[in-house]
Each structure stands twice: as structure tokens, then as C-alpha cells.
């Protein structure tokens, strides 16, 4: 956005800069104890995988010699532990997120997690619990898309496309559809509220 003065009064109107032109991004945005004590504090707070360690430190400008012992140190005083990170976004992002199993796994590898520790983390999921969690959700969404589709058809699509994209597989959507677009299908009261 460009500002225009008042030539004939001589006001200058000017977009004043948000950081300061003295301000030095060649040198570390924290010392490396400071940088220690941020992470611990936030560690503490909520889980925390290594991958969102490194992003910290790359954002604080630090030296990529130092992340390894930070990270080390970390490791060591368990303020980081991937398999507890993995358990913990497994069981926020399907009861939480109402995610489903395909889209945690992508998220978890997306984190970096190894795969033996992603799989032993959705070994948590219960299929029965997931499958009444994506009805439920499933029952929401056909109550909002009914009355918008031209038919059933075009209704049955747009469900399988909004769970998929929730990570759902695709044989257990075609499970809850079956039973939900039955003549005599009851969404229930739970669902209406």
C-alpha cells in the first residue's frame, strides 16, 4: 500500500516499518541455553516431536551444529519421546479431529516418525469406536447435504469424498452408507441437536 503526501501543506505521510532497519538476522535469534530453556517449557506444556524441535531452532536462526545437542539433551530428560508424541496425536486427532486412520498415518509420517512407532501408535485405534465415530460424523454430514444433492447418487458421492478426505477407507465408508441409505434409515435425536 502506497501513501501520498500533501504536497502544498508539506505533510508527508509515510507506512512506518514493522522491524527495526538496525536489527542484525546474521546472528542467532537466542543462545543456545535460552533456546534449551524455550524448548523444555514448551515440551512441558504439550507433546513435541523432533521434527517440530528442528523447525523451533531453524526459526530462532541457530546454528545446525547446535541442534544435535540440544535435541540429545531434550532426548535424554524425556521432554521429547516420539512414541508418546505418536500415541498422543493419534488419540487428539481421531477423537479430536475425527480423523481416520489413513490421514493419521499420513500426518505422523509427514512429522517424520518412524514406521515401527506409527504402527504400534494406531494399534490404539479400535476399529468398532472408529466406525461409530465416522457414522456419527457421516450422519452430520448427510443431514447438512441432503437437501442440496439432486439425488442419491450425487448425495452417496459427495460422502464417500468428504470421508475419504477425512482418511477413511473406503470399504468401511461403503459399510455406514449402505445402512444410511436404506428407505427406513433414523438418523436419531443425538444427531439433530
Not at 5 to 33: I, N
Not at 62 to 80: G, H, Q, T
Not at 122 to 133: V, Y
Request: proline content about 3%; aromatic content about 10%.
Amino acid at each position: 500500500m502506497v501513501y501520498y503526501g500533501d504536497e502544498e501543506t508539506g505533510y508527508k505521510r509515510v507506512r512506518k516499518r514493522r522491524r527495526p532497519a538496525e536489527a542484525d538476522y546474521s546472528q542467532p535469534a537466542k543462545s543456545v541455553e535460552r533456546a534449551l530453556e524455550s524448548l523444555m517449557f514448551s515440551c512441558a506444556k504439550s507433546e513435541r516431536c523432533i521434527s517440530d524441535i528442528r523447525r523451533s531452532l531453524y526459526r530462532w536462526r541457530m546454528n545446525e551444529a547446535d541442534y544435535e545437542p540440544i535435541i540429545r539433551r531434550l532426548v535424554e530428560e524425556k521432554f521429547v519421546d516420539e512414541e508418546r508424541y505418536a500415541r498422543a496425536y493419534v488419540r487428539d486427532k481421531m477423537n479430536g479431529s475425527g480423523w481416520g486412520r489413513r490421514k493419521i498415518e499420513m500426518g505422523l509420517k509427514a512429522k517424520g516418525i518412524p514406521k515401527e512407532t506409527i504402527e504400534e501408535a494406531l494399534r490404539q485405534i479400535e476399529p468398532e469406536r472408529q466406525s461409530d465415530k465416522l457414522e456419527t460424523m457421516l450422519r452430520r454430514r448427510w443431514l447438512r447435504e441432503r437437501d442440496k444433492a439432486k439425488g442419491r447418487y450425487e448425495l452417496r458421492n459427495k460422502l464417500v469424498r468428504w470421508a475419504m478426505g477425512r482418511g477413511y477407507d473406503y470399504s468401511e465408508i461403503q459399510d455406514v452408507l449402505e445402512r444410511m441409505m436404506e428407505k427406513d434409515y433414523d438418523p436419531g435425536e443425538e444427531v439433530t441437536k
